[in-house]
């Protein structure tokens, strides 16, 4: 597998990356007011417009007309989007919509099919794509779905380290086990690694502690859910931020580059 660098790609990088915004994009003004004071901050604004819930019932996403929201305010004010793509519509929309990156969410990275023909619908395109882990614990589905990727011709590929399921109780929503992103960065150095502290804690108070860690293992950069009014969320309340109370947490981390 061929990889490529982030400073290659991305010239502005400036270690760490950061992508933060809400969860889901759920109306024009949450999407405002969780954009708008943070656009300065982050190389990325990322909110959900299809979002996978893993049972029915819950909100899953106004899907296009989201992206319409998007679109309106970054005429207004501009900035990068990001969002999860699972179905070659998603990835047309993405197009049609000019977002900057994508991501594969840990539900789709686990299914071969999915993600073979989600691959292919990238055929051309000089989208960034970034692969979260399976909700699992294996190394192999997350490298075969990058393979997959990276056969397809997409060349500005990152991975993100969302953490695994576990049916025992934890501290954590989804147990980090280090190794397994750092298995993965130690055959493939280049490759970009951002870490998702959010969708580890799945509680607020522990973001900060898991992303330093993040940090302390060299990893290129960070994914942290924001929102303006967080206990009020429509998906994940429990673990995005205040937006007010991103800058804090961004300024407190410290960067360590001697790890590796
Ligand atoms: C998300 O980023 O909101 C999300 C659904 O993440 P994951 O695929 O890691 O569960
Ligand atoms: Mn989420």
Redesign the pocket.
Known sequence: MVVRELKDWYPQYNKPLLISGP??VETEEQLRNSVLPIIDKVDFV?G?IW??RTRPGNFEGHGERALQWVQALRKETPFKFAM?VATPEHVELAHQYEVDLV?I???TTVNPFNVAELAESFKGSELPVFI?NPIHAELSLWKGALERFSKAGVSKLGAIH?GFHSYQKNKYRNVPMWQIPLDLKSEFPELPLLC?PS?IAGDRGLVAEIAQRALDLNYDGLMI?SHCKPDAAW??AAQQIATANLPDLINGLLLRDDVF
Request: aromatic letters at 6%; charged letters at 50%; glycine letters at 12%.
């Open positions: 969860c889901s990322r959900g979002k996978p999860e991501w969410g840990a539900r979260k969302r998702d969708h859910e998906s994940d």
